[in-house]
């Protein structure tokens, strides 16, 4: 047998390039995921050549059977791929507000951040899980912070995932143009302050679709700056239903338009379809639509609240109004915990063109429901119960 090697081949393998790497797995990077280490700074070195790679569809890889503990974390683009990917496939929990592996800071707005990344995927069926029970206790702590935060990030896709006991709302999406957010889980206890499943703020051509809510507050609210907004197979329960607003706090100017929501399914929910602005605001919410809507046991099915500051002092000197026009609510069918299962709360600026369609609203025990009405604008067709300023 020859043991000669030629020049050539020599060369060749010298000068052979090593394979890309396109997957990044945390625990190559130092992650244990024992629950009790910290892996943050094993999670931002693997995300730094993940957001540094340009093969193929860089990847982010948090391995099943673990839990990762991370103090607030912030992944931070751009990104050198257009597409971009966590394989999420363990649970990553957050450090309690206090005992041995608290917050290293409570200045933080949120636990874990994506910014300024286009093209992110997050997926796998893996779990968040914001420990959120030793923030609750104390319901004025204004430190809470939302547990996943994307600012920024267009064309993003989230889910399948599962998302539970954030100390505020669960999920914010700010500053987005693009994002398809389907096959959620999101959990808290009913009684839980403020964890909204997700907040959209300033944000466009959002899609939220096949997924389950139950929380402490709002399945789902639509904020100031947001339009173009498409919810749908939505099972929201317990909570405080699917909202625009609130809009106008402070006085602030606010805006929401383009929102249709529909084939949902609010099971003992404070509120069903709900619409709330704030009398000292200015702005406008229109041209939106709750459509093919079931209610179980819901105590407030249809709700459009102008005084959502009922119970600030406001002088009539301030009192302007968001305006609020074009809403349809159709195809509504199922069962109210309240008498008042309608109410159209509207301040001076008054509301215009509220059509409600095809609505059929029983009232639990046999108990007849009815609606309320002040200032606004509209008509009524099929409705039970009947609206009384449309008559």
Same mark, same amino acid.
């Given at each position: ?106 200045? !933080?707005?949120?636990? *874990? %951040?994506? @910014? ?6 997050? +997926?796998?069926?893996? $779990?968040? =899980? ?65 964890? !909204?499943?997700?907040? *959209? %703020?300033? @944000? ?6 096949? +997924?389950?809510?139950? $929380?402490? =507050? ?69 041209? *939106? ?15 459009? =609240? ?86």
């Amino acid at each position: 047998m020859s043991l000669f090697v030629s020049p050539i081949s020599c060369f060749r393998l010298v000068n052979r390039k090593p394979l890309a790497q396109k997957s990044f797995n945390v625990v190559n990077y130092g992650a244990k995921g024992d629950s009790n280490t910290d892996d943050s700074n094993a999670f931002l070195k693997a995300w730094q050549e993940v957001c540094g790679s340009t093969q193929g569809t860089p990847t982010l890889i948090i391995p099943g059977g673990k839990k990762f503990m991370l103090q607030p974390s912030s992944f931070q683009g751009p990104c050198k791929s257009s597409t971009v990917k966590v394989m999420m496939m363990g649970t990553i929990i957050a450090p309690q507000s206090s005992g041995k592996w608290k917050w290293d800071s409570r200045d !933080d707005d949120a636990w *874990i %951040s994506f @910014s300024h990344i286009k093209g992110l995927i997050i +997926s796998g069926e893996g $779990t968040f =899980d914001g420990q959120g029970a030793s923030w609750w206790k104390n319901y004025n702590d204004h430190g809470r912070p939302t547990a996943l935060q994307f600012l920024g990030c267009d064309n993003l896709k989230l889910g399948p995932l599962r998302h539970i006991d954030s100390p505020k709302n669960h999920i914010s999406i700010v500053d987005c143009n693009g994002a398809l957010i389907s096959h959620l889980h999101i959990i808290a206890p009913e009684n839980s302050p403020n964890t !909204d499943g997700i907040d *959209i %703020s300033r @944000s466009t051509n959002i899609i939220i679709e096949h +997924s389950t809510i139950s $929380t402490g =507050d709002d399945c789902i609210a639509i904020n100031s700056g947001s339009k173009f907004i498409n919810i749908t197979a939505i099972n929201c329960g317990p909570g405080h239903g699917i909202s625009v607003g609130s809009l106008g706090k402070d006085g602030k100017y606010a805006t929401v338009e383009e929102v249709h929501v529909s084939h949902s399914i609010f099971t003992g929910t404070e509120n069903g379809a709900r619409i709330k602005t704030w009398t000292a605001g200015t702005g406008y919410a229109r041209k *939106i639509t709750y459509e093919d809507i079931t209610l179980i046991k819901v105590n407030n099915p249809i709700i459009i =609240d102008q005084h959502y500051d009922a119970l600030e002092s406001v002088s009539d000197s301030v009192r302007k109004g968001v305006k609020v026009s074009d809403v349809t609510f159709r195809g509504f069918r199922g069962t109210a915990n309240e008498k008042d299962a309608i109410e159209l709360n509207c301040a001076r600026i008054g509301c215009t063109n509220i059509v409600l369609e095809n609505i059929n609203i029983a009232g639990l025990g046999g108990e007849k429901p009815s609606a309320s009405c002040n200032n606004v604008q509209g008509s009524c067709s099929s409705c039970n119960p009947n609206v009384p300023c449309f008559h």
